[in-house]
């Protein structure tokens, strides 16, 4: 596991809830918008719609999507790819996981929240590429910015995005799905045990966006396994935070207290951007000329 500046550590530790890899024998692509019509929050396991259902395929829709976003970036060197990729993998990572069917309490109802969750980066990212900019959050137009600026280096945009989906986005995805099973228990226990698979993800994912992209994401990596212990344990603490402020949301006694949670969820997440930018940028002395010429070579 690699290393990022003090700043990035904070950040990383978020790293994803999400889907799954595509196999030979997937059915046939279908668009994002004919499997989650209008992003319903809805979960509702005898549906027809495999996303509202929580089916495996609506996983494996959700990665082949991620992969056709992925893939031009890539294919570009633009700055966005690295936050693609990291959620690509985290995906990945997430479809291995769920072949164990006893992993989680409710594989159906992660599943549902996984394509909720990936839908508020895909509105995001097409809303702040097609011009919409008043209907980005803050966080995600930061982030953003900063990509098509080429301000910062790879571990930059890595924290960028990851704040920005879990800070900003992973409360109001909970919220919106609802924290609790129809028999009033918590449905926490699913929540804590993403942070099991989340930890498999974080060490090849810096070996590959340093192989690929920018090879100055793992200067600060150290021998031995004591920063990666360290970084680990900001994931679950992160993760925490989501949950609790999602909790804010849906203890509100009023669409004015709500309103004020969500203002605050919102703020805060794009102070951490403005700090992640200010700390992780190139500078007036640098810029991503070394980076984007490396990935111009190495990024196939």
């Known amino acids: 596991m690699r290393r990022l500046s003090l700043v990035s550590i904070l950040i990383a530790g978020s790293l994803l809830l999400a889907s799954a890899s595509a196999r030979a024998e997937d059915p046939p692509f279908l668009g994002w918008?004919?499997?989650l019509p209008g992003l319903t929050t809805e979960f509702n396991p005898s549906s027809e719609n495999d996303c509202t259902a929580g089916r495996t395929r609506c996983v494996d829709a959700v990665i082949r999507e991620m992969r056709r976003r992925f893939d031009p970036l890539a294919t570009s060197c633009d700055h966005d790819s690295i936050f693609a990729l990291a959620y690509l993998r985290t995906t990945e990572e997430y479809r291995r996981t769920i072949e164990d069917p006893t992993f989680f309490e409710d594989t159906a109802f992660v599943n549902h929240?996984?394509?909720?969750f990936a839908?508020?980066?895909f509105d995001a990212y097409d809303a702040w590429h097609t011009g919409r900019r008043a209907a980005v959050p803050p966080a995600w137009d930061i982030a953003f910015d900063a990509a098509a600026d080429h301000a910062m280096p790879a571990s930059g945009n890595l924290s960028l995005g990851i704040n920005a989906h879990v800070q900003r986005d992973l409360p109001f995805a909970l919220a919106a799905i609802g924290l609790v099973k129809p028999d009033g228990t918590s449905r926490k226990t699913d929540h804590d045990r993403v942070n099991q698979f989340l930890n498999r993800v974080t060490d090849d994912l810096y070996a590959e966006i340093a192989r690929r992209f920018d090879p100055t994401i793992d200067d600060g990596d150290l021998p031995g396994t004591a920063d990666?212990?360290?970084l680990f344990q900001i994931i679950p603490t992160w993760r925490e935070i989501a949950w609790r402020n999602a909790e804010r949301l849906v203890s509100?006694?009023?669409p004015e207290q709500r309103a004020q949670v969500a203002a605050s969820i919102e703020g805060y997440a794009a102070s951490q951007a403005e700090l992640i930018r200010q700390a992780s940028g190139y500078g007036p002395l640098r810029n991503s000329a070394?980076?984007?010429a490396y990935c111009?070579?190495?990024h196939g």
Do not use: I, Q
């Open 33 to 35: 918008t004919d499997l």
């Open 290 to 292: 070394a980076r984007d």
């Open 296 to 298: 111009s070579v190495n």
């Open 228 to 230: 990666d212990a360290a």
């Open 119 to 121: 839908g508020l980066y």
């Open 113 to 116: 929240e996984d394509a909720v």
């Open 252 to 254: 509100a006694s009023s």
